[in-house]
């Protein structure tokens, strides 16, 4: 039995699955095509995606063996679900174990532009450093300023912990429906324009689906201050770029931090100008422990379905593992 890595995942992960199965690894330090997760899956048991991986109706039809797709990561919108659950392939992700990382990531963005923390190492780098200097680089603090989460759910929960708790924030939250621990950090539900009014920071933590796909766009930045802090760590296709590129240009103090892109990785290259963005490479879950927590999952899922268990975290298990029962 045959299965596919498209990228090269913690080693922990690759041995568990090398004791069961003949692994096919991309070991090349690029994404592998459409064209070549078609051709490496035909006669695959399994397939360890990542949420750059674009598994379609095509791949899936044309993978006859295939009875799961693990996907290294927590989205699954790269997934056609439908088509996977119509054939009877369960589709498993990587929840819980990166939420503390993404979060993390999240909070140092937005500390970074609050404290113009890369603009300053580069100004140090550049020689520009002359001695102390009473008005350099003033930034904003975060103490008792609002925060505004876009998708409170596992990650957008952490971050509204460590900004209450960390900096007692008044977090304010959009959601589809009520967070049943939101009292925990006295947050409130809003409407998302309410939000995007009163809002110093926003933070993007939600998943891409239809509805969300775009829910930030020209309106909806109006709204936002022009000196607000804007993180997106959710998905780029939430917010329109043009947009976003649009309020960060014609405002300076509008600060940006981006983890995700739309069309990644041919993000907008206007985005490289602007002085007030921070530019990151969709490096969310990137910690030692979180990362190999996920390759763990990943690799443990697919022994799991090859020996007749349900495995964790399977997002269409509730259609296909409780129909076996
Ligand atoms: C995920 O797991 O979906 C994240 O985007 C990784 O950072």
Redesign the pocket.
Known sequence: MKVLITRRIPENGINILKSKFEVILNKENRNLTHKEIKALSRDVFGIVSM?SDRIDQEIIENAKNLKIIAN????INNVDIEAATKKGILFT??PDV?TQA?AE?GFALIISLARNITAADRFVREGKFVGFDPVLFLGKELYEKTIGIIGMGRIGSQIARMSRFGFNMRVIYYNRNRNPYDNLVDAERVELKELLKRSDVIVVSAPLNEKSKHMLSYDEFKLMKNDAIFVN???GEIVNTDALIDKAQKNPDFKVGL??YENEPNFDKRLLNLKNCILLP?????TFKAREK?AEIVAENIVKVYEGECPDFAVNGGQLCNAKD
Do not use: C, E, F, K
């Not at 969709?282 to 990137?286: P, R």
């Open positions: 949420v290294y990561g927590v989205g992700n990587t990166l993404t990531l760590i959710g998905r983890d995700v969709h490096i969310g879950s990137a996920m």
